[in-house]
């Protein structure tokens, strides 16, 4: 018999591992809740999509976060509510309630990605300045009365892009109960928008020239008697008043400014400031109360005024009792 060796090799491979030290990060500034009070809201069961029923402001000092030198994070903003989902209204979301819709920015000052679901990427020391929350409740619907229960309604928290699974809170944001009431009243407005019309530098340039006047009106039918009551919100310029509007489109020093029109005469609104809607009767049926926007050129900073685009921003709350 032939014999055989079996001869077994064995090869030790060695494996070299690296482990990468992943980014923790930290929060300093306005830590904690921030709840806004219980509420209750009366609105028209069918009224104008996208009316604000009742807008929160508030303001918040600054918040630092940091997740290492040079490290990329990111803060991202969510609902902690599940049955809230998005509507065809850009930024508004869905509630317990039909017909209520919600909506949530902060840094309200900052561009689109500050609304909630949102996120901010920031390398290094960040720090979000001091500037406000906005919660505002919207029309999305025909609406039934009800009630959104008290409790947690957003969570921002930060994390390092190279460690996402390990995010520290930033903030929290609570709301109190917000019972709702339906008033058979209708809320129409004749435009969402105002064309403020084109206007050339050389007419600008002229001493005491301004934009034409554009008129819109709002109308609220009432079947049962009633009163009301109405507050243009936006901001205004730095250094001025009144019913200017600050500009956020290209144009430098053009701004929008803001009439109630009585018969053919006109009286410039005060911002965020609660006024009579057209009287202080009450009245039953319709009240149709015109308004009206002009493009504004301050007369000291005239010879500063450029080219583009003029765009402002202001929503009206309607109070009816």
């Known amino acids: ?40 809201l009366t609105a028209s069961e069918k009224g104008t999509m996208n009316t604000v029923l009742y807008r929160f402001s508030v303001p918040i000092s600054s918040i630092n976060f940091n997740c290492g030198q040079s490290v990329v994070a990111t803060w991202k903003s969510e609902f902690s509510r599940p049955e809230f989902s998005s509507t065809s209204i850009p930024n508004t979301y869905t509630t317990t309630i039909p017909g209520v819709g919600i909506r ?52 921002i928290s930060v994390s390092a892009d190279n460690n996402p699974q390990d995010s ?18 209708s809320i129409y407005a004749s435009d969402n928008s105002v064309d403020l019309g084109d206007y050339s530098l050389i007419d600008v340039n002229k001493s005491g020239y301004q934009g034409d006047m554009k008129d819109f009106s709002i109308t609220l039918d009432c079947p049962e008697t009633s009163s009301a009551k109405i507050q243009f919100d936006g901001t205004n310029p730095w250094g001025m008043t009144g019913g200017i ?56 900073k005239r010879n500063l005024v450029t080219a583009g685009n003029v765009n402002s921003n202001v929503v009206y709350t309607l109070s009816i009792d």
């Open 1 to 40: 018999m032939k014999g055989y060796r079996i001869v077994v090799c064995i090869f030790l491979i060695m494996m070299s591992y690296s482990t990468k030290s992943l980014s923790k990060c930290f929060v300093s500034g306005n830590l904690g809740n921030i709840s806004f009070p219980s509420i209750t």
């Open 104 to 155: 949530v920015k902060w840094p309200a000052s900052r561009g689109q990605n500050a609304w909630v679901p949102g996120s901010y990427t920031c390398t290094g020391n960040c720090v979000e300045p001091a500037d406000r929350i906005v919660i505002e409740f919207v029309q999305i619907g025909v609406i039934k009365s009800g009630v959104i229960h008290a409790g947690n309604l957003v969570n």
């Open 168 to 185: 520290v809170a930033m903030l929290t944001i609570n709301i109190g109960e917000v019972d709702i009431n339906v008033r058979s009243c």
């Open 245 to 300: 509007l600050v500009n956020s489109g290209s144009a430098n020093h053009a701004y929008t400014r803001l009439y109630s029109k009585l018969g053919t005469g006109y009286r410039e609104l005060t911002l965020n400031r609660i006024i009579n809607f057209g009287s202080v009767t009450s009245f039953k049926g319709v009240r149709k109360v015109d308004y009206a926007a002009q493009m504004y050129f301050d007369e000291s």
